[in-house]
């Protein structure tokens, strides 16, 4: 009876070693299926440029949900799946809305008008925007609008893909086509990309033992300056000539 247990032991902890290698490979299209449904959140919810013009419809037609003034966008570009955030100033030259699809907007104003010449002022004038958003909207964070909900939703989803990899690159086998630091400054290009590059060469398409001159940690970092140029040049291009609706930012 003594004997038995190392006997059944072994087969066990071998076959765990088999199926895990394929649990892992296999379950890369989670991976991706999250991927994809973080993407589609996230370029839903990301703020769009707009006009006055607009500001002024969304108001009259009762779809301006919250609302904030403030002096631009803040994006620290800490990594991949953080999100802008605004720069709070109650006299701040832009304003930004959301809608009931969960969209954001934003648009460059005037600051309001002293509070002594706001009676005198046109109500359609840039003077009286913050008086007809306080009567029809809540503040940014007053209530829970769609568009905070789906940003919250990315960005918890954008954290558990990251804890993921960097679980797998940090506690898992050593990568067979470049180093663990390689990987991770790959990891930190824009829009998850990196995480999609590290999934495809290191757990989907392997190579059979480690590369002769796989990639260091320098060359991870040069490819990041390299590639997030070269994604930020595309990204402005596409955004000329697609606009803001297509290629939000």
Do not use: C, K
Not at 24 to 34: A, F, I, K, N
Not at 58 to 67: E, I, K, M, P, S
Not at 120 to 137: I, K, M
């Amino acid at each position: 009876m003594v004997e038995l247990i190392p006997a059944r032991s072994r087969p066990a902890g071998g076959r765990w070693r088999e199926v895990l290698p394929v649990a892992l490979r296999w379950g890369l299209p989670v991976l991706w299926v999250l991927w994809v449904l973080w993407a589609s959140l996230a370029w839903w919810v990301e703020p769009r440029e707009s006009t006055q013009a607009q500001l002024d419809r969304d108001l009259t037609a009762g779809r301006v949900v919250t609302f904030q003034r403030a002096y631009g966008w803040a994006d620290d570009d800490a990594y991949w799946g953080s999100r802008p955030r605004l720069q709070y100033a109650t006299n701040g030259w832009l304003l930004a809305w959301t809608v009931p699809n969960g969209q954001t907007r934003y648009a460059h104003v005037d600051p309001p008008a002293p509070e002594s010449s706001v009676a005198e002022a046109d109500p359609s004038a840039n003077a009286g925007w913050d008086a007809r958003l306080t009567a029809v909207a809540d503040p940014w964070y007053g209530v829970g609008a769609a568009a905070h909900r789906i940003t919250d939703a990315a960005a918890v989803l954008a954290g558990v893909l990251t804890v993921l990899w960097l679980g797998r690159l940090i506690g898992g086998a050593p990568p067979l086509a470049g180093t663990r630091w390689f990987w991770f400054w790959i990891g930190l290009l824009p829009f998850g990309l990196g995480l999609l590059a590290w999934s495809y060469r290191e757990a989907w398409r392997p190579p059979a033992a480690p590369a002769a001159d796989r990639g260091s940690g320098w060359r991870g970092l040069g490819w990041l300056i390299l590639a997030g140029i070269g994604i930020a040049i595309l990204v402005f291009n596409a955004r000329r000539l697609l606009g803001t609706t297509v290629v939000p930012g």
